[in-house]
């Protein structure tokens, strides 16, 4: 019994059990101390010795700095040199112009436009054939105009020229749609002798690569015939009963070309600006908003905020609970996803503050994507438009821009619905392909070479517009970074484009404005890798470094990348891990591919709509 018992613990020994309790606790808390001293002192070092490395490599930086801007200098002469190539190609064409006496005048000489305008003002009775082909001229006309306020620099041009430009584009348009006006009442005066052998009415259609004109008289009055089908077309429409009694007459005319919008005036930016962006793309300038004709017309034009157009399309006009009912079959091959995103327009011409589009007046709007078929009702006629968003393409997912041959390269650009590829050489730009949802898509704009601006204005008409403007940034969610450290990056990008591929990299959402990431490597041949290895470069315009993170890292960090040192330039930052092959590659580059790689990129400017 008495073994059994639990031996009691004197107070003595409990205070000792306290003691080596506390003097435990205290031991383990002066190692702990003891190994935070030595791990900070540690880390005091590491940040020592990292300090004392990355003075040394600034000061390394800032000894050659000016060695590397004079290499870059010599090197970025290749600018001026396409820009001169290009005035000599103007005046070349110019001369060519001059010495081919063709009758048509010098867009550039306000003299020569006001004769011009002069003389076919006062001809007279010319049927719609002359029309159409004296359009072909005048549309030339315009485009020219158009290209002179987009390509001249902003520096060359005159407030003066701008005003003197502008009202050319304006005078042209208004006198075109007025001998299209003209010309179609002259028709209608034949209309008995183009009567149609079964129905009896006045039936024409004149079709052109820029207008297509369908006129349909009602001569018969015969209440019988109200639906109405142009022959050897798909274009028709349906009129109501108390129509078909009365002396009407219908014109449809489809204009490949717009001829409403507005023409917003072109501004002359800060000289500061200027100087810093010198190769930014100047707004499109918009074709001039004017009077639509009181007659019985319809006029169905695809639009970039008033500028894409239609190439083909069937219409038929129904009575429907006293409204018009137009079905609309676009024979343009477009993205279902952007024919989706289109809203239909019509110009109320009631507006005392100016006409613009308006959505009302419209209703019962479908679209069946496998007939390619949008029906709509109209409560009344008058002009007809497919409008889309400018900025349907915008964000982009991803880009990528690499090397194919000698002098042309691949810019690849990845939206939301659509993967556009771009080739460009020399001093041209052609659409390589399209792919819609994975699905290659056929365009008419596919294999046609075309000088930088030309081909933006070409693409956007095609819906394609991958090109913000100045106002961008007010419709779209952006990255938004420093224009000039942007422009230095596109302009040694452009450099370099010959012999290293560019790439999208994720981690330039997360750097400041000042800076800007993007993966790079040498690229010599057309061979796609399959785990290329990319390296990660920063660029704050006067400094560019390797990253040590990767694009698959988990957090951001710009440290730099053991081994690396800073550069002024990327051009010399590249250089450390490229091989001779690759920079002799890039020193040989022709200076207009050089230019028009740099034009494209800063008319896309990916860093910041990426």
Not at 412 to 438: A, G, P, R, W, Y
Request: proline share 3%.
């Amino acid at each position: 019994m008495s073994g059994s018992k639990k031996k009691k613990v004197t107070k003595a020994e409990r205070l000792k059990l306290l003691q080596e309790e506390e003097e435990r606790r205290l031991k383990e808390e002066e190692e702990a101390r003891l190994k935070y001293e030595k791990e900070e002192m540690e880390r005091l070092e590491i940040q020592r010795i990292e300090k004392e490395k990355w003075h040394r490599l600034e000061a390394k930086d800032l000894e050659r700095r000016n060695e590397e801007l004079e290499e870059l200098y010599l090197l970025e002469r290749c600018f001026p040199e396409a820009e001169k190539l290009k005035q000599e190609t103007k005046l070349l064409s110019q001369w060519k112009h001059y010495i081919q006496c063709d009758g048509s005048p010098d867009p550039s000489v306000a003299q020569e436009m006001n004769t011009f305008i002069s003389l076919w003002k006062e001809k007279t009775n010319e049927t719609f054939e002359e029309v159409i082909e004296k359009s072909k001229v005048v549309l030339n006309l315009i485009e020219k105009l158009k290209f002179i306020l987009l390509e001249t620099p902003p520096c060359d041009l005159q407030d003066k020229n701008i005003i003197q430009y502008q009202e050319s584009i304006l005078q042209l348009q208004e006198l075109l749609h007025l001998k299209f006006g003209v010309a179609t009442e002259i028709l209608l005066k034949q209309a008995s002798t183009l009567a149609d052998l079964d129905s009896g009415n006045m039936e024409k259609v004149i079709k052109d690569e820029n207008v297509t004109l369908y006129v349909w008289a009602n001569l018969k009055k015969n209440p019988r015939h109200r639906s109405v089908r142009f022959s050897e077309t798909q274009i028709g429409f349906e009129i109501p009963r108390i129509l078909a009694t009365s002396d009407i007459a219908v014109r449809l005319l489809h204009t490949h070309y717009d001829h409403v919008s507005a023409l917003h005036p072109v501004s002359t930016p800060s000289k500061e600006y200027t100087s810093a962006v010198t190769e930014l793309v100047k707004d499109d300038v918009k074709n001039v908003e004017k009077a639509i004709s009181k007659e019985v017309e319809e006029e169905s034009k695809q639009q970039e905020r008033g500028s894409h157009l239609i190439q083909e399309e069937e219409i038929k006009v129904e009575e429907e609970q006293g409204d018009i009912e137009v079905k609309m079959s676009s024979a343009e091959e477009e993205s279902e996803a952007i024919k989706c995103e289109r809203e239909m327009k019509v110009l109320s011409e009631t507006v005392s503050a100016g006409k613009h589009w308006r959505t009302d007046g419209i209703s019962n709007v479908s679209y069946k994507p496998k007939e390619r078929l949008v029906t709509f009702s109209l409560d009344t006629f008058g002009p007809v438009t497919l409008i889309q968003d400018a900025h349907i393409n915008m964000p982009y997912q991803s880009w990528e821009l690499r090397p194919l041959d000698v002098n042309k390269v691949l810019l690849t650009v990845t939206t939301v619905f659509t993967e556009i590829q771009i080739q460009i050489k020399e001093n041209l730009c052609m659409l390589s392909s399209i792919k819609l949802k994975d699905k290659k898509h056929i365009s008419i704009l596919e294999g046609t070479w075309m000088t930088p601006i030309p081909f933006i204005i070409a693409l956007k008409e095609a819906g394609l517009n991958i090109f913000p403007t100045r106002h961008s940034h007010f419709y779209v969610i952006i990255n938004n970074k420093v224009p000039l450290v942007e422009v230095k990056a596109y302009r040694q990008m452009a450099l370099l484009s010959s012999a290293f591929a560019f790439g999208w990299s994720k981690w330039n959402l997360l750097c400041n404005s000042t800076k800007v990431v993007f993966k790079v490597r040498e690229h010599l041949t057309e061979e796609c890798t399959e785990n290329p290895n990319w390296a990660l470069l920063m660029f704050s315009g006067d400094r560019a470094q390797r990253l040590k993170i990767k694009e698959e890292s988990e957090a951001f960090s710009e440290a730099l990348k053991e081994e690396t040192e800073f550069h002024s330039t990327l051009y010399h930052m590249v250089k450390d891990f490229a091989s001779e092959e690759a920079m002799e590659k890039v020193r040989s580059s022709n200076c207009q591919f050089v230019n028009s790689v740099c034009h494209m990129l800063l008319s896309t400017r990916l860093l910041s709509y990426s």
